[in-house]
């Protein structure tokens, strides 16, 4: 009944005015999952909302579009609010946009969705004990989780923290020259296709560093250094603000393990900082804020 009641309560919403937009998952053929943009207009789409072990991409990506900024701006007659089914990373993401002031929360509204069994495999770093701090952030919190069947479940095993952290010890046991040989190695297959970029809830500069030539920090051109560079430059920005959800990973057509990557770093902001980013609409990102009582002591 959870995908039922999350369907029903979802036209419901719309029907009354309290969202002018609802954005979910749905079949897209072939076994594919595409995202659904449902308006008051066409209410009887909220039928072919599911939610199952391939839902795993991080729809907030899309509360930064012009086309839905354009909503909360009255821009078009349709302004009013957004609705999300989100996934636990899904809301850490919006949460984290609403703590940078990319949008509002009142223009918002979080319909959560909890899966079961093989679902879980889909989610990168949420856990269960996630929602304990973050479902007071969602309208609703709906247990939905369908069996689709397959191996979809151990497809997605590898992006579960444990896995990934296994990864990460294997990696620091080696020495600093081999570690540096296995990311230059990775990044030597980059193909500057921007997928990790664009397919980010996070990577919202309206002006991307590879995109600036005067001056040019990082060479455009699919080489070695601009290669490694872009890489090494766009996990930086994105620490203490990774929710870990491996969109980016999932996207990369090169197979590039920015999930480890990015682990990593949400591992030492945990660890030097005791911050993990979006459980709160209010906490900034620790590398966003000063204090003048901040320790400086790394400054010598």
């Not at 309290?18 to 897209?28: A, D, N, P, T």
């Not at 939610?51 to 009255?74: F, H, M, P």
């Not at 479902?135 to 992006?159: A, L, P, T, W």
């Amino acid at each position: 009944m959870g995908i039922e009641e999350l369907r029903q309560y979802a036209a419901n919403i719309l029907r009354d005015g309290r969202v002018k937009l609802l954005i979910g998952y749905g079949e897209g053929g072939d076994g594919r999952v595409v995202p659904m943009f449902i308006t008051a207009t066409e209410i009887e789409r909220c039928s072919q909302l599911i939610y199952d072990q391939r839902c795993t991409y991080n729809l907030s990506v899309y509360l930064l579009k012009a086309e839905i900024k354009s909503l909360w701006s009255g821009a078009v007659n349709l302004s009013g609010k957004v609705a999300l089914v989100a996934k636990v990373e899904t809301v850490r993401s919006a949460l984290g946009l609403i703590a940078e002031n990319q949008i509002k929360k009142e223009d918002l509204c979080l319909l959560g969705v909890r899966g079961v069994g093989a679902v879980a495999a889909a989610g990168a770093v949420g856990t269960e004990g996630d929602w304990s701090s973050i479902s007071s952030y969602c309208e609703r919190v709906f247990d939905v989780g369908e069996d689709v069947g397959g191996d979809i479940g151990e497809k997605n095993s590898h992006r579960l923290p444990e896995k990934l952290d296994q990864e990460i010890d294997a990696l620091l046991k080696k020495s600093p020259e081999e570690r540096l040989h296995f990311w230059r190695q990775h990044f030597a297959s980059c193909i500057r296709c921007y997928a990790c970029r664009q397919i980010c809830p996070h990577c919202f500069c309206s002006t991307c560093i590879v995109e600036k030539s005067m001056p040019q920090w990082v060479s455009p051109v699919s080489s070695e250094s601009g290669n490694f560079s872009w890489n090494i430059i766009r996990a930086y920005h994105l620490v203490g603000r990774c929710v870990g959800c491996g969109e980016c990973a999932r996207a990369c057509p090169m197979g590039l393990r920015l999930d480890l990557l990015n682990r990593y770093m949400v591992k030492m902001v945990q660890e030097k900082y005791s911050f993990k980013a979006g459980l709160s609409a209010e906490d900034k990102p620790p590398l966003t804020t000063y204090h003048l009582n901040d320790n400086q002591d790394f400054i010598k």
